[in-house]
């Protein structure tokens, strides 16, 4: 089961995120009506952030699909970071938003109506996302897919928004204090805030082509080792992410005297190799004598 879970498609998923956020919008916005609690309508409106995010996330993910083309000869990979960027973004928004009627009903604390319905409607939309956000996170490791994850963690997010809201909502039932409400929805848009700004900070360093996470190096190294031999060496290996990509540039080095057919057999075996280990990876290996030495610029000499 958790392997099937694992293979769904990012397009699939992210669809079905389209329609339990239509499904939760709903939920949550007759919680907040029957109730009138604004710790309720913070939570309606992260969700309608929700869907929002699930329509962009998959239209970058199909942007993200096209194969590679004239001006774009690395393909579309890197299309799936606007996707995070724009999730954190409308993350960021939506806190503002939920702070401003927050501070309004604060001011001028109401008392809540009918509070068993609304936390009963609040619990059930809760649990459709937290399903669907754990799918989620397993099939965008699977897929090496940012925009996946992004979605996913702001479903977290929102798991986490409503159980600070149902406990919020709880209390006032239990207290009578009407403040509580409004101070819980403030805290609620503190904690998505700092969710969106990770999401935005992880946009952009992905934008900034960051080297191949630690154990997709490892697998590259255990890799190169299996080759290694006093007449081959390898050296100059830099990596970088794009999207589902990853790449891998390195010399090879071998005896002068080999002829080009075995020593470009020789590194075909270590490209596939390569790729083999590291699904989604694009390895180019320079071929360089034993003796010689690649010289590379530094960026000092090119300011």
Same mark, same amino acid.
């Given at each position: 089961?958790?392997?099937?879970?694992?293979?769904?498609?990012?397009?699939?998923?992210?669809?079905?995120?389209?329609? +339990?956020?239509?499904?939760?919008?709903?939920?949550?916005? $007759?919680?907040?009506?029957?109730?009138?609690?604004?710790?309720? *309508?913070?939570?309606?409106?992260?969700?309608?952030? !929700?869907?929002?995010?699930? +329509?962009?996330?998959?239209?970058?993910?199909?942007?993200?699909?096209?194969?590679?083309?004239?001006?774009?000869?690395?393909?579309? #990979?890197?299309?799936?970071?606007?996707?995070?960027?724009?999730?954190?973004?409308?993350?960021?928004?939506?806190?503002?938003?939920?702070?401003?009627?927050?501070?309004?009903?604060?001011?001028?604390?109401?008392?809540?109506?009918?509070?068993?319905?609304?936390?009963?409607?609040?619990?059930?939309?809760?649990?459709? !996302?937290?399903? *669907?956000?754990?799918?989620?996170?397993?099939?965008?490791?699977?897929?090496?897919?940012?925009?996946?994850?992004?979605?996913?963690?702001?479903?977290?997010?929102?798991?986490?928004?409503?159980?600070?809201?149902?406990?919020?909502?709880?209390?006032?039932?239990?207290?009578? /204090? !009407? /403040?509580?409400?409004?101070?819980?929805?403030?805290? +609620?848009?503190? !904690?998505?805030?700092?969710?969106?700004?990770?999401? +935005?900070?992880?946009?952009?360093?992905?934008?900034?082509?960051?080297?191949?996470?630690?154990?997709?190096?490892?697998?590259?190294?255990?890799?190169?080792?299996?080759?290694?031999?006093?007449?081959?060496?390898?050296?100059?290996?830099?990596?970088?992410?794009?999207?589902?990509?990853?790449?891998?540039?390195? #010399?090879?080095?071998?005896?002068?005297? /080999?002829? $080009?057919?075995?020593?470009?057999?020789?590194?075909?075996?270590?490209?596939?190799?390569?790729?083999?280990?590291?699904?989604? $990876?694009?390895?180019?290996?320079?071929?360089?004598?034993?003796?010689?030495?690649?010289?590379?610029?530094?960026?000092?000499?090119?300011?």
């Amino acid at each position: 089961m958790g392997l099937a879970v694992k293979e769904l498609s990012p397009s699939l998923l992210l669809r079905v995120s389209i329609g +339990v956020a239509l499904l939760t919008i709903a939920l949550k916005t $007759l919680a907040w009506w029957i109730t009138g609690s604004v710790g309720l *309508l913070s939570d309606a409106m992260e969700s309608l952030v !929700n869907l929002a995010s699930a +329509v962009f996330a998959l239209l970058m993910v199909k942007i993200a699909l096209r194969p590679a083309d004239e001006d774009h000869p690395y393909g579309h #990979h890197k299309a799936e970071y606007f996707s995070s960027a724009f999730e954190g973004l409308a993350i960021i928004v939506a806190a503002g938003a939920i702070i401003w009627a927050a501070v309004q009903r604060l001011l001028a604390p109401q008392p809540l109506e009918q509070l068993g319905w609304g936390l009963a409607l609040s619990v059930v939309a809760s649990a459709f !996302n937290g399903a *669907l956000a754990w799918a989620m996170l397993k099939s965008s490791r699977h897929h090496r897919s940012i925009a996946l994850e992004g979605d996913a963690r702001h479903l977290l997010t929102d798991v986490w928004t409503s159980a600070g809201v149902v406990a919020g909502v709880g209390l006032v039932a239990l207290t009578g /204090w !009407n /403040w509580l409400d409004p101070a819980v929805a403030i805290g +609620v848009a503190l !904690n998505i805030l700092r969710e969106g700004a990770s999401l +935005v900070w992880k946009s952009s360093q992905g934008l900034m082509d960051n080297a191949v996470e630690p154990d997709v190096m490892a697998d590259i190294e255990k890799t190169l080792r299996e080759f290694e031999h006093h007449t081959i060496r390898f050296d100059h290996i830099s990596t970088r992410r794009s999207g589902q990509r990853r790449f891998v540039d390195l #010399h090879m080095h071998m005896p002068a005297s /080999w002829t $080009l057919g075995r020593a470009a057999a020789v590194r075909a075996a270590v490209e596939q190799a390569l790729m083999s280990a590291v699904p989604g $990876l694009r390895a180019t290996i320079q071929l360089l004598p034993s003796d010689v030495e690649a010289h590379t610029q530094d960026q000092e000499d090119m300011l």
